[in-house]
């Protein structure tokens, strides 16, 4: 039985583990065979004072699983990538000691790619190659989990890394964080505006009548603030009573995509994010992402003319009559394309110097 799990981290994060794999992790292009074994003898112990300690193997074996990995690495319009390199770096924490191991593959015609085999504590995945941004995925085999996922042969796991336009960068419009006159910190005090609506193009507030991007919006009553009863909902990840809305578009939580869009974790920088995936954008209106380590967005507006990613900080309230503040970040392409940070792998990227193809 397979088992994965992707933590909310970002980069892109996966949870493997495999009772049977080789020891050695395998790496040929596109799909191999699982390598059914016997359970592999347990590594050997580091040397660390006392030897074979069993308080010092249960530990290591807390922290270690077996890598067994399917994935298919596709581009932003869901095609395959094939003769892509990819990168493993397998890394093995212990008692006192850490060691790591590499290895290589390429994507097949189909995109497809597997490594199977390996005890490790930490993956990570990079994809290179010309012409597309770096992308990849990394994380622990062995944690808490947040989202389970299964990659087989039968379901793999979708990898998607940009294909670039070559589009003109000095056109993106950068908000680091998004200016309220002299101040990056808006402040709203009850009663709540049932919308503030943002015009990430200008960067501005906009007025009734003036186009827009990006939209807050509040469940309230008669005197501007939020019911009790909207308050004391519980609603898992989102809150009930807070709205995001996209002018004439649609947006995406980046961490909470449709199925095969791959979410980003740990590191995860808003204007690093090479462009908007079209085919991940999801609806107009979505329910504030609460409980989540970041709330980016992904979004298209104004029927397609602006397109950009988007993070709101903020503006949940924490009781009935408090205020709410927040800071707004955002990189925008007011251009009609969807790219926002592009760059090609460099030499050092796409060299296999100390990646070899292991058997």
Known sequence: MISHTTSNWALLCVFISLVGCAESPRAVPGYQAFTQTAAPAAPSPPLVIPAGDQRRRAYEDSLNGRLCYYGQVVDQNNEPVPNALVK???ERLGWNNSSSFRCRTTTDADGKFSVVGGVGTNVYIRIYKAGYTPGGRSGSLRGGTVDLLRATPDAPRAIPVWKN???DQSQLIRHDPFPFGKISLLEIQIPLP???RFDLVRGV?????????VAMEYTLNDKGEIPREELDKQDGRYLTYYFIRINDGKMAYTNDPLPGFAPTGDGFIYHHQPGVFLNALKAPRLPYLYQADNRVFQFQSRGGKVHGSCAIEGGAL???NSSVSFRLYALINPTGSPALHEI???EKN???DGYPLSE
Do not use: H, M, N, V
């Open 88 to 90: 493993i770096t397998l």
């Open 344 to 346: 090609e792998p460099t």
């Open 350 to 352: 796409l060299s296999t």
């Open 318 to 320: 924490g009781s009935l």
């Open 194 to 196: 049932k919308q503030t």
């Open 165 to 167: 336009t070559g589009f």
């Open 205 to 213: 507030i906009a007025k009734e009548g003036e186009d827009w991007d």
